[in-house]
């Protein structure tokens, strides 16, 4: 069993940042990717961005430009920083690694993002 631990979540003021971290049990590079999703209330999860084993970056077009993922396979840990952010950004933002060889993904429990003055 793989946990996935989100951290970084908070109120900030449209404009701001805020950097989530993920951190998994166990090394990342067993995963094909990893990513971030987020779901606001009423509609659907959505991607956010996601990178692959190789460090291949990918991003949803809402955020592209303003937020980056990277991660450090030393600490088994993927991060987002957010920046310029808007209200629209508002959701609760999931870590989800989809393991190599396998048709299932672990998701964490999620972290939430409040962007509003």
């Known amino acids: 069993q793989v946990q996935l631990v989100e951290s970084g979540g908070g109120l900030v003021q449209p404009g701001g940042s805020l950097r989530l971290s993920c951190a998994a049990s166990?090394?990342?590079?067993?995963?094909?990717?990893m990513g971030w999703y987020r779901q606001a209330p009423g509609k659907q999860r959505e991607l956010v961005a996601t990178?692959?084993?190789?460090?291949?970056?990918t991003y949803g077009r809402s955020v592209q430009g303003r937020f980056t993922i990277s991660r450090d396979t030393a600490k088994n840990t993927v991060y987002l920083q957010m920046n310029s952010l808007k209200s629209e950004d508002t959701a609760v933002y999931y870590c989800?690694?989809?393991?190599?060889?396998?048709?299932?993904?672990?998701w964490g429990q999620g972290t939430q993002v409040t962007v509003s003055s």
């Open positions: 989800k690694a989809n393991p190599s060889g396998v048709t299932f993904a672990y």
């Open positions: 166990r090394s990342i590079f067993s995963f094909d990717f």
């Open positions: 990178i692959t084993s190789g460090g291949t970056a």
